[in-house]
């Protein structure tokens, strides 16, 4: 079968990553979002607890992993949450990590050949495989007035706020706009918000709040992972939640095909979930390495666009995404190109603060600013 689908990009940077590890003090690869940090005790004390695990899951998630979802969006991100199911702001259910969940959502909410799935202008790749599984065309756009001519409105709409891989924060007003229109024409509105905890400029709000629905959760559902906030990454960890007719329907479907998270996963997501310390730990520990990066990438020529929110700094010296790989590549250092996210990124890097502490201190000496002594960001 014939998909169509682009190659993976990380494939193509072998050569960038070779150089990069011929340098004296070693690779450092901030080319790929994967946490560096380590699991909190309580999530893997849970998943312990629960290791006998001998029936099946549930597919719905345990009423303790869908309490600690729905408290964690009402603690976190102003969502009105009733005690019972389901949510007053709709209905949820876990997912065996968000890139599943994504890939997977045009194919299960009915897109097929001759529909249309808009994606951002600058996208995480996947929105584009989830469209060509579906066997679905894709147009990008960041706002309906850019839309091209269509034979039928399209049927799903991503967004991605904070955004990957540039960080930009999308307004209420603008979630709204894309809500209202997507509302309109019958498509259903997708919001990954798994970087949302991690809006350093600005308000980074969920598309289920008041302030873009108006209420009514209709025609929305939203995309959450545990795989930043709490470096659940290797768990295969996150949430679906939003309009409970749409929820219900994917749940359904979920269930006939087995996408179901493992029982011992959903109690060390629970308890994450609940874990607000934690969390919050981990998301200071990305603002210093953010503070430390991005003033070092400045003073070594290089512009930081956007960049209000996420784990990744967008930056460009004004030549060929590929030149500025190599750049990076003889200091030692892995970067994305911009180009892996759609043209628009041509002449941009995506540069991941999702590195330790030392090693972020590496890149900061090796572009030529001055650390402490200890090697510490401070």
């Known amino acids: 079968m014939n998909f169509d689908l682009p ?57 303790e992993l869908r309490g600690a979802i729905a408290s964690a969006l009402a603690r976190d991100f102003g969502l009105s949450a009733v005690a019972g199911e389901p949510c007053a702001f709709g209905d949820l259910f876990p997912v065996i990590g968000a890139k599943e969940a994504i890939a997977w959502l045009p194919t299960l909410l009915g897109a097929r050949e001759g529909d249309t799935v808009v994606i951002p202008r600058l996208a995480y790749p996947t929105y584009e495989v989830a469209a060509k599984l579906a066997r ?76 873009v629905t108006g209420g009514e959760p209709q025609g929305v559902i939203v995309v959450h992972s545990l795989s930043k906030i709490a470096n659940l990454a290797g768990y295969r960890a996150g949430y679906i939640a939003g309009d409970p007719v749409i929820v219900r329907e994917l749940l359904a479907l979920r269930r006939h095909a087995g996408m179901i998270l493992p029982g011992p996963v959903q109690a060390a997501v629970a ?18 390495r953010r503070a430390a990066l991005r003033p070092a990438l400045a003073d070594s020529g290089l512009r930081v666009e956007h960049s209000e929110g996420g784990l990744y700094l967008w930056a460009t010296r004004g030549e060929p995404a590929g030149a500025t790989v190599d750049w990076f590549a003889e200091r030692g250092v892995l970067v994305a190109p911009g180009s892996f996210y759609g043209q628009d990124g041509a002449q941009h890097v995506r540069v991941a603060l999702t590195a330790t502490d030392e090693d972020i201190a590496k890149v900061v000496r090796r572009l030529g600013v001055t650390v402490s002594p200890a090697g510490r960001l401070v």
Do not use: M
């Not at 990957?164 to 024409?185: Q, V």
């Not at 919050?280 to 990305?286: G, I, L, N, S, V």
């Open 136 to 211: 679905a065309q894709v147009v990008r756009a960041d706002h309906p007035d850019e839309l091209p001519p269509l034979a039928k409105p399209p049927v799903l709409w991503f967004l991605n706020s904070p955004a990957n891989p540039h960080g930009a924060i999308a307004r209420p007003g603008l979630l709204a706009e894309i809500l209202a229109w997507t509302r309109a024409h019958g498509a259903v509105l997708v919001s990954d918000e798994c970087y949302l905890r991690f809006a350093w400029e600005g308000e980074a709000v969920c598309a289920l709040h008041p302030s």
């Open 7 to 63: 190659d993976f990009p990380w494939d193509s940077l072998a050569g960038a990553k070779a150089r990069a590890a011929e340098h004296p003090d070693g690779l450092v690869d901030l080319s790929v979002g994967s946490p560096a940090d380590p699991v909190a005790p309580s999530a893997r004390a849970a998943l312990a607890a629960a290791s006998d695990a001998h029936g099946y899951p549930v597919t719905a998630g345990t009423s």
């Open 271 to 288: 308890a994450a979930l609940r874990d607000a310390g934690e969390l919050d730990a981990q998301r200071e520990r990305y603002r210093a």
